[in-house]
C-alpha cells in the first residue's frame, strides 16, 4: 500500500465517507462497510479528494492525456482532479464532460470543454454497473478520440451478479479493452485496518463478506 492510499483511507473515515456496521446495499447484500463519496461535499473535502485522484494519475499515467468527467458525478470531479494537477504536479491539462441531454441552442450538442482528441482518461467516483463509462466510451470514440483509462475513488472488489466470478471493474476492464485505476481497493482497505489495530471483530467481518462476495 502506497502513503498516499493510507492517507486517503484516513481521510475518508474522518469525513465519515467510509463507514462500518451493517449497510444493505443496492443488490440487496449486507455489507460491513460502505462508501459515499457524495459526502466529498466541501470546498476543503473536494480539494483534498481531488489530490489523491492526481497522485493515483501520475503514478499510473505520468504522460499526456486528457480528461472526461460523465454527468453528473463526473463533471465536479473531472474539474476539482485537473486544477490538482496544475496546483501540485503543474501538468496543466485539458478537461471535457458531457450533457445528459443535447443543446439544441447555442453552441448546441451535448459535450462541453476541450474539443476530445489523443488520449482521454474518464473519471468518476465509483463503478457499479460500469454504464457511465460504456456511455463515455461511445462518446469519446465518437468525437475520434481514444479511451485510454478509467479512474475511480474505491474499488471494491466484489463480484456482480451474472458477471462469472467477476467484479464491476473487472467487466468494463474486459469490455472495454481499458485499465481501471482507482485511488484504494478493498485489499487496501484491510491492510490500513490492521495496521491501526482495529477492533478484530470489525476485520472479522469485512473478512467474512470478502470472502463471500470478493473477487477470487
Do not use: W
Request: a negative charge; proline letters at 4%.
Amino acid at each position: 500500500m502506497l502513503d498516499y492510499q493510507k492517507e486517503f483511507l484516513q481521510f475518508c473515515i474522518q469525513q465519515n465517507v467510509l463507514r462500518f456496521g451493517e449497510f444493505t446495499l443496492k443488490s440487496g447484500r449486507i455489507s460491513p462497510y460502505f462508501f459515499n463519496a457524495g459526502l466529498f461535499n466541501s470546498g476543503a473535502s473536494l480539494n483534498r479528494l481531488s489530490e489523491y485522484y492526481a497522485r493515483t494519475l501520475e503514478h499510473h499515467l505520468p504522460g499526456e492525456y486528457m480528461l472526461f468527467g460523465p454527468a453528473y458525478k463526473g463533471i465536479p470531479l473531472v474539474t476539482a482532479v485537473a486544477m490538482a494537477l496544475d496546483r501540485v504536479f503543474d501538468h496543466d491539462i485539458p478537461i471535457a464532460f458531457n450533457r445528459k441531454e443535447a443543446k439544441d441552442h447555442g453552441e448546441g450538442g451535448n459535450l462541453v470543454g476541450a474539443p476530445l482528441k489523443g488520449d482521454v482518461v474518464i473519471v468518476d467516483d465509483v463503478i457499479t454497473a460500469g454504464t457511465s463509462v460504456g456511455e463515455s466510451v461511445t462518446l469519446i470514440k465518437a468525437a475520434g478520440a481514444r479511451p485510454a483509462a478509467v479512474l475511480i475513488a474505491l474499488d471494491r472488489e466484489e463480484i456482480v451478479e451474472g458477471a462469472g466470478g467477476r467484479s464491476a471493474v473487472q467487466v468494463v476492464a474486459d469490455d472495454h479493452g481499458l485499465p481501471v485505476y482507482s485511488i484504494a481497493r478493498l485489499t487496501n482497505l484491510v491492510e490500513y485496518l490492521r495496521l491501526e489495530n482495529t477492533d478484530s471483530t470489525l476485520l472479522e467481518s469485512i473478512e467474512t463478506y470478502r470472502n463471500r462476495y470478493g473477487v477470487k
